[in-house]
DNA sequence: GCCGTTTTCGGCCCGACTGTTTTCAGTCG
């Protein structure tokens, strides 16, 4: 229970006015007021303790007694009749692109849709036509949405995996029979989306008898549909939980612990490497003591699992190639900041003394510009005002030095959102797409090549815009973009919110070979987001990145 | 449901895009 709960709860509210209610207003002061709370700097405690809620724009009588509620129970039991009242499938249907409130309104008042079944299946009997604001291609669009959906159901992003994984782990390392429980598989190797998460269980005695025991607490825990299955000496309990990724507990003996953790981590491509090196043939590997035991009989250095995707790895460790992988903590600085100047939560001097406490030494500023009105981007005057209080906070040195810097937005037509005398007093400038992101490749990469090639760009923000698990990528042609960036002598963005992960790691290893700098940045609206700069390390390591391909701000 | 007054009701954010229309509604960032 955190205000993002609490922000995703009014929203909720504020949906399902609009999928049942007539009043768009009430609706809109519901969504108003969770972004009030977002936004604002303060935790749900001081809220609602401290009463800060109440000083809030856009938090009214009602919306407090909302915010209270939530406080007490965790929900909105006031509330609980309205959500009721909307059928659960409306849920499903708004995650499907081009459908939103209105639209999921007009499905189901009139067509009596109320899940993705149903929905497809008016598809193909062409019943959408008939409807007004709906066509063909909207038709089309919609039942391509569903396969969409359901072709994620059940994947989550790398820090829900990691949550849930550890969860797990936590519960199994409480029984007795459990000598040793560890995370494996997809999440182990820190991939950013998965369906799946597993563990492995070094057991006393018989497995059998542990996973019935396992099976039972489960279900006793509401986890139904247990398999088990047994090859050899590993067992493997599989459950598919009611949402989110699969569980998956591998069981062994002890003394085959290392041996399993290795297979079990995967990836198929790593493992297929190992076997041509001759993971299969060795029966001693078994009983190794540990993966770096493994590793060495096969003639190779530990290879961590970041590092174990598409068995390029493997051929580094055999030829003594095996890179340092870059660190956080080589990291001297941040770049990508958003403040309270644009929309992120906290204010100059508390990101810089944040920062600091982080033992960053500089912070690279970079609130959106005056272009993404909906982010309140800042206008040339704006702008030097930002100047000023860094220059001040600067020299009176209240935390991490600040770097002034701007997210431009990229116009449609390829230029900057500011005129040349200004941009070039920067210190540096992000240049990234917020808006036409479904532009025709040709049309997007003249836009982007021209935002590289502007002598004021330091690097490109987020290149593809897409949102993991949300938003595909836009037509990019990655190595034509690369290879512009390499000419002009320019960074490419790594945006470590675990949504964007963007540039792809895969693509960060012909960034390296093209010699474009990456620069991992948190993109943070707030201070607990400089913490996802460790998202952006990890797909750093995987891409094989060590400390000289990083960008690092130097004047 | 909130806000801000022309202070107790009337109006509420914006620009671009898409797919639908034949001048506009819905969605999205």
């Known amino acids: 229970m955190d205000k993002k709960g609490l922000a995703r709860a009014l929203k909720?509210?504020?949906?399902?006015?609009?999928?049942?209610?007539?009043?768009?207003?009430?609706?809109?002061?519901?969504?108003?007021?969770?972004?009030?709370?977002?936004?604002?700097?303060?935790?749900?405690?001081?809220?609602?303790?401290?009463?800060?809620?109440?000083?809030?724009?856009?938090?009214?009588?009602?919306?407090?007694?909302?915010?209270?509620?939530?406080?007490?129970?965790?929900?909105?039991?006031?509330?609980?009749?309205?959500?009721?009242?909307?059928?659960?499938?409306?849920?499903?249907?708004?995650?499907?692109?081009?459908?939103?409130?209105?639209?999921?309104?007009?499905?189901?008042?009139?067509?009596?849709?109320?899940?993705?079944?149903?929905?497809?299946?008016?598809?193909?009997?062409?019943?959408?036509?008939?409807?007004?604001?709906?066509?063909?291609?909207?038709?089309?669009?919609?039942?391509?949405?569903?396969?969409?959906?359901?072709?994620?159901?059940?994947?989550?992003?790398?820090?829900?995996?990691?949550?849930?994984?550890?969860?797990?782990?936590?519960?199994?390392?409480?029984?007795?029979?459990?000598?040793?429980?560890?995370?494996?598989?997809?999440?182990?190797?820190?991939?950013?989306?998965?369906?799946?998460?597993?563990?492995?269980?070094?057991?006393?005695?018989?497995?059998?008898?542990?996973?019935?025991?396992?099976?039972?607490?489960?279900?006793?825990?509401?986890?139904?549909?247990?398999?088990?299955?047994?090859?050899?000496?590993?067992?493997?309990?599989?459950?598919?939980?009611?949402?989110?990724?699969?569980?998956?507990?591998?069981?062994?003996?002890?003394?085959?612990?290392?041996?399993?953790?290795?297979?079990?981590?995967?990836?198929?491509?790593?493992?297929?490497?190992?076997?041509?090196?001759?993971?299969?043939?060795?029966?001693?590997?078994?009983?190794?003591?540990?993966?770096?035991?493994?590793?060495?009989?096969?003639?190779?250095?530990?290879?961590?699992?970041?590092l174990r995707e598409d068995g390029e790895e493997v051929k580094w460790a055999a030829s003594g190639q095996l890179p340092t992988l870059v660190q956080a903590s080589d990291l001297p600085g941040v770049l990508h900041i958003h403040t309270t100047y644009s929309d992120g939560a906290h204010s100059l001097p508390e990101m810089a003394v944040a920062a600091a406490q982080q033992g960053y030494s500089y912070l690279g500023i970079a609130d959106h510009s005056q272009t993404a009105s909906y982010a309140g981007g800042l206008t040339a005057e704006r702008v030097q005002q930002q100047w000023r209080e860094i220059e001040t906070l600067n020299q009176a040195q209240v935390g991490a030095r600040l770097l002034k810097g701007i997210e431009s937005d990229i116009l449609p037509d390829g230029s900057l959102d500011y005129g040349d005398d200004l941009l070039a007093g920067f210190d540096f400038v992000i240049a990234s797409v917020h808006s036409s992101l479904r532009m025709p490749a040709e049309r997007m990469m003249s836009r982007l090549l021209a935002a590289i090639a502007h002598p004021a760009v330091t690097m490109l923000g987020h290149p593809t815009n897409r949102l993991l698990l949300g938003r595909g990528e836009s037509a990019v042609d990655m190595p034509l973009l690369l290879e512009a960036a390499a000419r002009h002598g320019k960074a490419m963005e790594l945006n470590a919110n675990p949504h964007r992960l963007d540039l792809d790691w895969t693509w960060c290893r012909l960034a390296k070979r093209l010699g474009v700098k990456i620069a991992v940045n948190p993109d943070a609206h707030r201070i607990s987001g400089l913490d996802d700069v460790h998202y952006g390390i990890l797909m750093a390591q995987k891409a094989g990145l060590t400390r000289d391909d990083i960008f690092i701000f130097s004047q």
């Open 12 to 306: 909720q509210i504020a949906t399902a006015i609009e999928l049942i209610d007539s009043n768009p207003f009430r609706a809109r002061a519901y969504h108003i007021a969770a972004r009030a709370i977002e936004t604002s700097p303060y935790s749900l405690e001081e809220l609602v303790l401290e009463e800060k809620a109440r000083g809030l724009k856009g938090i009214g009588p009602t919306m407090w007694e909302r915010i209270q509620e939530y406080y007490a129970h965790g929900q909105l039991l006031s509330q609980q009749e309205l959500l009721k009242s909307v059928p659960a499938g409306l849920w499903d249907l708004l995650t499907i692109p081009g459908l939103g409130t209105k639209r999921v309104r007009t499905l189901h008042e009139t067509l009596e849709v109320t899940s993705l079944s149903e929905l497809e299946y008016a598809c193909h009997e062409n019943r959408l036509l008939e409807l007004p604001g709906f066509g063909p291609k909207m038709q089309a669009n919609v039942l391509a949405g569903i396969h969409q959906v359901r072709s994620r159901a059940g994947h989550v992003l790398l820090p829900e995996a990691l949550q849930q994984a550890n969860y797990w782990l936590e519960q199994v390392r409480q029984w007795p029979a459990v000598v040793r429980a560890e995370l494996t598989g997809p999440v182990r190797r820190f991939t950013p989306i998965t369906n799946c998460v597993a563990l492995l269980l070094a057991v006393d005695g018989s497995p059998q008898v542990v996973l019935a025991a396992l099976r039972e607490w489960l279900e006793a825990t509401g986890v139904e549909g247990c398999r088990i299955e047994e090859q050899d000496d590993l067992a493997l309990l599989t459950t598919d939980l009611p949402s989110g990724p699969d569980l998956k507990v591998y069981l062994c003996s002890t003394r085959h612990f290392a041996y399993y953790w290795l297979l079990t981590t995967g990836s198929e491509a790593h493992l297929t490497a190992l076997r041509s090196q001759g993971l299969d043939d060795r029966q001693e590997l078994k009983e190794a003591a540990d993966e770096a035991a493994i590793y060495g009989q096969l003639g190779l250095a530990f290879i961590p699992p970041v």
